[in-house]
């Protein structure tokens, strides 16, 4: 079994910086594929960024050069480092994670380990 937490989210102003976090427990980190998906109200939860534990990272074109995805195996930590953040950018972040690479690593379908999500509002 895999625990994720997420830390981070808060409030800020549009095109504002922030750094989200993901604590990994329960299994060794190394062996893990990670992502981050996002859920807006009224709206179904999408991708956001993936980085398998080669460390090759995926973006979809929405957040391309303005988010990034790493980690820290020393910390067993996943980050999203959000830059010039929209409005549109505002909803819950979650984490995710898988061991094995099987099916798309944009489809929720995919990840078996989730954690609880974390609030991003960026007030335009």
């Known amino acids: 079994q895999v625990h994720l937490v997420e830390s981070g989210g808060e409030l800020v102003q549009a095109g504002s910086s922030l750094r989200l976090s993901c604590a990994a427990s329960?299994?060794?980190?190394?062996?893990?594929?990670t992502a981050w998906f996002r859920q807006a109200p009224g709206k179904a939860r999408s991708y956001v960024a993936a980085?398998?534990?080669?460390?090759?990272?995926d973006y979809p074109d929405s957040v391309k050069g303005r988010f990034t995805i790493f980690r820290d195996n020393a910390k067993n930590t996943v980050y999203l480092q959000m830059n010039s953040l929209k409005h549109e950018d505002t909803a819950v972040y979650y984490c995710?994670?898988?061991?094995?690479?099987?099916?798309?690593?944009?489809?929720?379908?995919?990840?078996?380990?989730w954690g609880q999500g974390t609030q991003v509002t960026v007030s335009s």
């Open positions: 329960g299994r060794t980190f190394t062996s893990l594929n």
């Open positions: 995710a994670a898988r061991s094995l690479l099987i099916g798309a690593w944009d489809s929720v379908a995919s990840y078996n380990y």
């Open positions: 980085i398998d534990r080669a460390g090759t990272t």
